[in-house]
């Protein structure tokens, strides 16, 4: 699990897998120890909600309140996931967000029914707005991902 001290504001922490634990629980201890609400965005159908409330339980956190500030959004394809971070962006500017993670993002952008040429560039076009949105927002950020490399590349602006 990813520890809540090694998490800074405005950088990301990437972590190499394909399930939720280290972004699920980073969610509940962020919401939990401070006030302000979590995105989550699930590419993988992996994020337990139980697995949260046992979380809370663990750190002594009222679980209804943590959870009802963790949104959970679960992304099929690569465009419902550039639809969930528009989407994300928006809530930025309408609530107090304070926490954002997401689940297997890269290999929604690996469809065999996608274009390879438009599915690089819609991939790092994406990582390029979570790191934006990251940095601008002040977040705090984890991302479990098998491609780490992908996100510690730099990207032109």
Known sequence: ???????????????????HK???S???NIVGANDGHAIIMDGSSTIN???MVRECKKKGYDEKKVLKKIMISRAFTAYQFINMLEKAERLLGSK?????GAVTITSL???EEMDEVES??????TIKKIKHLVKEK?????????EIKIFQRRHRE
Not at 10 to 16: L, P
Not at 96 to 100: A, Q, T
């Open 1 to 19: 699990m990813v520890s809540i001290e090694r998490l800074e504001k405005g950088k990301i922490e990437v972590i190499k897998g394909k399930r």
């Open 22 to 24: 280290p972004v699920s």
């Open 26 to 28: 980073s969610a509940v």
């Open 49 to 51: 909600p139980y697995f």
């Open 96 to 100: 107090y967000i304070i926490f954002l």
């Open 109 to 111: 952008f690996e469809d």
């Open 120 to 125: 690089r560039w819609m991939r790092t076009r």
């Open 138 to 146: 002040n977040l705090y950020c984890v991302i479990v991902d098998p």
